[in-house]
């Protein structure tokens, strides 16, 4: 398994797709599915069944996981929008941006 570029916590901006060109923090990687969860994005809405009866089911606004490949890593340092390349300093795997070589945390 390869190790996502993107780690929670990271803000991306999504490429392609309805929520195309907006910015949004990770909240989870599924390296599995090569996809991740951006707070607020790609939301869909979900039906809840009731769990008692006499309740009414719900609809509920939840985000979808959307591929890796559709989200770049905004960099800390040069607030672009950049690939991330990894490397090693000392047997400690880094990130760096690909624009201006600054280390992503
Ligand atoms: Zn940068």
Same mark, same amino acid.
Request: charged fraction near 45%; proline fraction near 0%.
């Given at each position: 398994m390869i190790t996502p570029k993107i780690k929670t916590g990271d803000t991306v901006r999504v490429?392609? @797709?309805?929520?195309? @060109?907006k910015k949004a923090k990770v909240v989870a990687v599924l390296p599995q599915e090569d996809r991740v969860v951006i707070e607020g994005l790609n939301t869909v809405f979900k039906h809840v069944k009731p769990r008692q009866s006499g309740q009414k089911g719900q609809r509920v606004s939840i985000s979808a996981p959307i591929p890796l490949a559709n989200v770049q890593v905004i960099c800390a340092a040069c607030k672009k929008g950049t690939k991330v390349s990894i490397t090693r300093e000392n047997g400690v795997r880094q990130r760096t941006c690909k624009q201006c070589n600054a280390v992503i945390e």
């Open positions: 490429l392609r @797709g309805k929520d195309a @060109g």
